[in-house]
């Protein structure tokens, strides 16, 4: 039987020539006023959220968007860990370092605008972008890079101890 249940007419029931159905209610699954408005209530304060998720996604896309200190620090990393345990040399602005176990020799060195990385002599790849000046120069022993590069707001001046 269906939520409404009509009931039969009977001849005292027509009016103005018109027979009258007379339907009777029971246990309307309808909504109440009270759940209309809590669902109401849910769905603001969903909405509400809206403008907080959307200023998180934005601050994070300015941040993923001005990666050159990231860059910056993984070019420097590459270096480190590449260079560890082999002989290293400063040579006319280039790093060269030698691989005493394999015979092969690794070069970085500045090339139009980038700091570049071959393998015996062969190759390009390229480790930092954005780079004005650099150069690779030995004293006291040690390996320095004294590097000038551009970020999105500054241009930087850099001295780092390579070895």
């Known amino acids: 039987m269906s ?17 009258m159905i007379l339907s009777v209610f029971k246990k309307d699954e309808g909504f109440t006023l009270l759940e209309m408005l809590l669902n109401f209530s849910i769905a603001i304060i969903i909405m509400s959220l809206f403008p907080l998720i959307i200023q998180n996604i934005m ?30 040399t400063a040579v006319n602005g280039e790093l060269l370092a030698k691989d005493l176990t394999t015979g092969k020799i ?25 780079v004005k000046q650099a150069e690779f120069y030995e004293q006291n022993q040690s390996v320095f890079l004294r590097i000038k590069w551009q970020d999105a707001r500054r241009i930087r001046n850099e001295t780092l101890q390579i070895k």
């Open 3 to 19: 939520s409404r249940e009509v009931l039969s007419l009977k001849e005292k029931d027509i009016y103005a020539g018109q027979p």
């Open 106 to 130: 690794y070069s970085y060195n500045y090339h139009l605008g980038r700091i570049i990385r071959k393998v015996d002599r062969a190759g390009y790849v390229i480790l930092l972008e954005q």
């Open 59 to 88: 601050m994070f896309k300015s941040v993923s968007s001005d990666n050159y200190d990231i860059n910056f620090e993984l070019c420097l990393r590459d270096i480190l860990s590449e260079i560890k345990n082999k002989e290293v």
